[in-house]
């Protein structure tokens, strides 16, 4: 098999995934997890962004989605694809609460600083996934 003309220069996929317990100090364990392999990637520049997404994703994971949760990051072609795959019943959706309300703006804050962002039903579950630019 012939490699293709500039696959040689096509830059590395970069991937890792976690199991996490669905607990409280979870959230905080992944976004340790994510700032580690966001610098160990030179990817700094969208960690702060990426913090905010995972923690928002994580938290609705731990909230509704069971005991367990998946978490998966993955660079490629230029850009950073994120997943939070949970078994919980039901699918996330953007809610629009109240001045007053103390929860209720996680989706609206991942639609705000994802470049994209969605739903996808999975096998005993749901994935819901983000993507941003990470090209320097």
């Not at 905080?28 to 990426?50: F, K, N, P, Q």
């Not at 994580?58 to 490629?76: D, I, P, W």
């Amino acid at each position: 098999m012939a490699l293709q003309p500039g696959s040689l220069s096509a830059p590395p996929v970069r991937t890792v995934e976690y199991l996490l317990p669905s607990v409280p100090a979870g959230v905080g364990e992944a976004r340790s997890l994510i700032r580690s392999d966001l610098t160990h990637w030179g990817l700094t520049h969208v960690i702060d962004d990426c913090l905010l997404i995972v923690s928002e994703l994580v938290t609705n994971a731990v909230r509704h989605g069971g005991s367990a949760y998946a978490l998966r990051l993955e660079t490629r072609a230029g850009r950073l694809y994120g997943e939070v795959f949970d078994p919980g019943e039901g699918i996330p959706a953007q809610r629009s609460p109240g001045v007053e309300a103390l929860s209720g703006r996680g989706l609206q804050i991942v639609a705000a600083i994802a470049d994209e962002w969605g739903v996808t039903a999975a096998n005993d579950g749901k994935v819901v996934w983000f993507s941003v630019d990470c090209a320097a």
